[in-house]
């Protein structure tokens, strides 16, 4: 009864609302497919209803169409969790009381667990916590390709390596999606550092482009399908990546078909015309205070308001341009918030908190571990001692849009707390930070002395000191709006960790963090282990490690270089990072990451791919099903492997290839294959990974088109990109 009462209520408003067309409102009508309604919708909007579609109308929305019943489009951040409410129209926050969400781990720390499936957890559950939440655009993932170490958003992408991003993106947007929430990919493209990240114009071959920067967008519009994309501040050739013709007109929606929306970053539009020809549908964050900046309401005078609405009647830009907008737009609202079809979300679950813990302990990589240091049993110390700021910081606040506000963050200390019991942990800072505000490093109000002389004294009679430290998420750490100032620890972590090394050998460090850092020290400590910003459930996943309950099977997503200039971009001086305020030049072209340690000899001090078990595996030899394939062929490459220790545990084979004789330069390997393989202690398993003979092509910037040579590729199968344990050569016709 009270469903037709309602039914009859806004029939009758309907039937207002579209007195002159009688046709069924736009939002009833979902028997027919969503081409039809789109064209149906588009038909039915006015001009006027048209433009104030494609922009903002606060800061994290825009207005639908009201007349139509078509909703307003809500988004947040993204990536990592779903961000607390801001205000309408700043960025501060609103004060609400149940946004507290679930943090899922950063980007880096799902990369580090090559593991495709905790992939799709990740985007089912932040996916349903963004729809219960009501949010229809969730700003992430992004996979900006890890370029250098000092970039302060590192923490928010997949790595250096391409096919790695690729194969973590698809999923994880998959997963998101299944909640009629659409992901939105970022920050496209070549947005690779924070330092003049607004203006910098990136210039970069083309083999670059297409063989490292954009493969991880290509393969979520292609193999994902995802619903959205944000540009980047900075500019391509000169003109801005938000509107740019080439990368969103040529290659984005031309070579790639992408049909969803193209929105801006917040802030990014800077030009009508541009905006209007080259591809930009969203127009989003232009003035932060939208209501009384200007006189009139300000996201009128948005790019893509008022201003497009003048050249649109005046014949500066064809009508056509507004339509194909729009097109998109209504695209993702009938995918979205016009789905009537969509699941309701669950939000802040423990089922979530489950989720970010299975993958922070996935994701957590044991670099140096001498004379068993690890694990830590529960009964092998009484007296451990925990220093650093990060086992206790929470590190899911700060770091800039991808800051949250959760309801339970359990941190390093409170974990080992729960696992070995108050009794045995013993705490102390060791050394402080400070905060960051407003883009400036606010000191520390602790006395740096007598922190250092606090753990120093504590050190002298503990069994055993873990060191927790590492970077964090203020100003010039990992940060948004900024990039770190030096490849090496801050706040004196270094010196402290060599005057406790001094009073008490047994020390564990775990550096938190989402990048490389320097790691001086390194010879003096029997263990070392990567950690990341693991949100939620931090400190149950670090202890499960540290105890030995879970065996860690994290591989590090980037290379962490000796020094500083043994990276690719930085060896390219100034004008390669980070340019010269006005432009940058990628001068490593396509050897990034590992591919410039490889292929110029500069051994990493810990190798992409690179991660250490409680237990050892045993490769056997790879072996091939043939030994010739043809272009469309697959490759399908078997070894076995063999856990031979006594605890169970999780390898990555890792498979590389590189071409005999290139007729130009190619990396001296890169990776094309992997699969986390689970071997209970003494099990073996044959891993079989298929490798499709097209993936070894190179781009060919001169035919513009991906080319696979008639030549020999070997093909290395191994454990890290330094540690090929075979290798098979095939011939390829
Ligand atoms: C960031 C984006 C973010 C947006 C909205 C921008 O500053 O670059 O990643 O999604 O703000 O908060």
Wanted: net charge neutral; charged share 25%.
């Amino acid at each position: 009864m009270k469903r037709i009462l309602t039914y009859g209520l806004f029939s009758l408003f309907i039937s207002f609302a579209t007195a002159q067309t009688k046709q069924t409102p736009v939002y009833l009508d979902d028997s027919k497919d969503i081409e039809l309604r789109v064209e149906d919708a588009l038909k039915r909007m006015t001009l006027e209803e048209k433009i104030a579609f494609i922009h903002a109308q606060s800061k994290f929305s825009s207005p639908g169409v009201p007349r139509l019943g078509i909703p307003e489009l809500w988004m947040s951040d993204g990536p990592h969790g779903v961000r607390m409410e801001i205000e309408w129209d700043s960025w501060k926050h609103a004060g609400w009381t149940n946004d507290s969400c679930t943090a899922f781990p950063a980007l880096t720390a799902l990369a580090a667990t090559f593991n495709p499936e905790l992939s799709l957890l990740y985007g089912q559950s932040l996916g349903a916590e963004a729809r219960y939440r009501k949010k229809d655009v969730i700003l992430g993932p992004g996979v900006n390709i890890y370029r250098m170490p000092l970039n302060g958003r590192n923490f928010e992408y997949m790595g250096e390596d391409p096919f790695l991003a690729s194969k973590m993106v698809v999923p994880y947007i998959i997963g998101v999606q299944e909640n009629g929430v659409a992901a939105c990919l970022k920050h496209y493209a070549l947005n690779n550092q924070e330092v003049w990240r607004g203006h910098i114009d990136v210039e970069v071959s083309d083999r670059a482009l297409y063989e490292i920067y954009l493969p991880a967008f290509k393969a979520g519009v292609e193999k994902a399908g995802v619903w959205s994309i944000m540009g980047s501040y900075n500019k391509y050739r000169g003109q801005w990546c938000s509107h740019n013709e080439r990368l969103v007109n040529d290659i984005l929606k031309g070579e790639w078909k992408f049909d969803g929306v193209f929105m801006t970053d917040w802030g990014s539009a800077h030009d009508t015309k541009e905006a209007a020809l080259y591809g930009l549908d969203l127009e989003m964050g232009s003035w932060t205070n939208g209501l009384n900046q200007t006189k009139d309401f300000a996201y009128d005078n948005y790019y893509m308001a008022k201003p497009y609405l003048t050249m649109l009647r005046n014949g500066e830009v064809p009508m056509s341009t507004l339509d194909e907008k729009v097109r998109r737009m209504l695209r993702l609202a009938f995918r979205t918030n016009m789905n009537r079809n969509r699941p309701f979300g669950s939000f802040a679950t423990p089922e979530h908190a489950e989720a970010a813990r299975l993958i922070g302990e996935e994701s957590i990589v044991l670099m140096k571990n001498t004379n068993n240091f690890f694990p830590i049993a529960k009964d092998r110390y009484n007296k451990i001692l925990v220093v650093g700021e990060n086992a206790t910081r929470p590190l899911t606040i700060g770091g800039g849009s991808s800051e949250l506000k959760v309801k339970k963050e359990v941190s390093p200390l409170e974990g080992l707390i729960d696992k070995y019991g108050a009794d045995k942990i013993s705490y102390t800072m060791g050394y402080g930070s400070g905060r960051s505000s407003y883009g400036k490093v606010i000191p520390s109000p602790y006395n740096a002395d007598s922190l250092r002389i606090k753990a120093l004294e504590l050190a002298k009679d503990a069994d055993v000191v873990l060191f927790i430290g590492g970077l964090n998420k203020s100003h010039e750490q990992d940060c948004e709006a900024g990039d770190r100032v030096t490849y090496n620890l801050d706040f004196n972590q270094n010196e402290l960790i060599e005057e406790l090394l001094k009073i008490n050998k047994n020390i564990g460090v775990i550096l938190i963090s989402g990048n490389a850092v320097a790691t001086s020290w390194l010879n003096k400590v029997p263990a070392l282990i990567q950690s990341w910003y693991l949100g939620s459930s931090a400190g149950y996943a670090t202890a499960n490690v540290i105890s030995g309950e879970v065996n860690p099977s994290g591989k590090l997503p980037f290379s962490f270089p000796k020094r500083l200039e043994d990276n690719g971009a930085i060896a390219g001086g100034s004008l390669s990072y980070p340019g010269d305020s006005i432009r940058q030049v990628y001068t490593e072209d396509i050897l990034v990451g590992y591919r410039w340690h490889d292929t110029k000899k500069i051994p990493a001090q810990f190798a992409f791919g690179y991660g250490l078990s409680y237990t050892t595996f045993e490769f056997g030899k790879a072996s091939t099903d043939q030994k010739e394939y043809g272009k469309d062929d697959t490759i399908k490459i078997s070894v076995s492997i063999t856990n031979k220790g006594s605890v169970d545990g999780a390898e990555v084979v890792q498979i590389y290839a590189s071409q005999r004789k290139p007729s130009l330069q190619r990396p001296a390997k890169e990776l094309k294959g992997f699969q986390k393989v689970f071997l209970k202690a003494g099990e073996s398993k044959v891993v079989e990974i298929a490798i499709l003979v097209k993936d070894l092509a190179y781009f060919d910037d001169k035919a513009h088109t991906w080319v696979v040579e008639n030549d020999k590729f070997t093909l290395h199968c191994g454990a890290s990109s330094a540690d090929i344990r075979s290798s098979v050569v095939v011939n390829v016709k």
